[in-house]
């Protein structure tokens, strides 16, 4: 059985960081890993994609000031999120594809495994 939990999240103030993590269990291989939120009364997005080869993608609000990465010997990914700002408050998902395609993508439907979030709260 697939799982996928994640950790890290918290209340920060602005300007502040925070480190996620994720760890997957029943799941192991090169598969395409990323990070998505939802913040209330949005719809969820993409925040930043791993795939084969270590490449990755990030959405444009968070460009510069995250940082995907992925620990295989501990298969556990991460979210380095810095300069944090009010408008990245949201609960936080770790989202695994069933490919270990090298394309990055950020697209909710194509990523098959997900965990149960964890919240970020940035206060001005």
């Known amino acids: 059985q697939v799982q996928l939990v994640e950790s890290g999240g918290g209340s920060v103030q602005a300007g502040g960081s925070l480190r996620l993590s994720c760890v997957v269990s029943g799941y192991t291989g090169n598969y395409r890993m990323g990070w998505f939120r939802q913040a209330p009364g949005k719809e969820r997005e993409g925040v930043a994609v791993i795939a084969r080869y270590g490449s990755t993608r990030y959405a444009d609000s968070v460009k510069g000031r995250f940082t995907i990465s992925k620990d295989s010997a501990k298969n556990t990914l991460y979210l380095q999120m810095n300069s944090l700002k009010p408008e990245d408050t949201a609960m936080y998902y770790c989202?695994?594809?069933?490919?270990?395609?090298?394309?990055?993508?950020?697209?909710?439907?194509?990523?098959?495994?997900w965990g149960q979030g964890t919240q970020v709260t940035v206060s001005s």
């Open positions: 989202a695994a594809a069933d490919t270990t395609s090298w394309v990055t993508t950020l697209v909710m439907t194509e990523y098959k495994y």
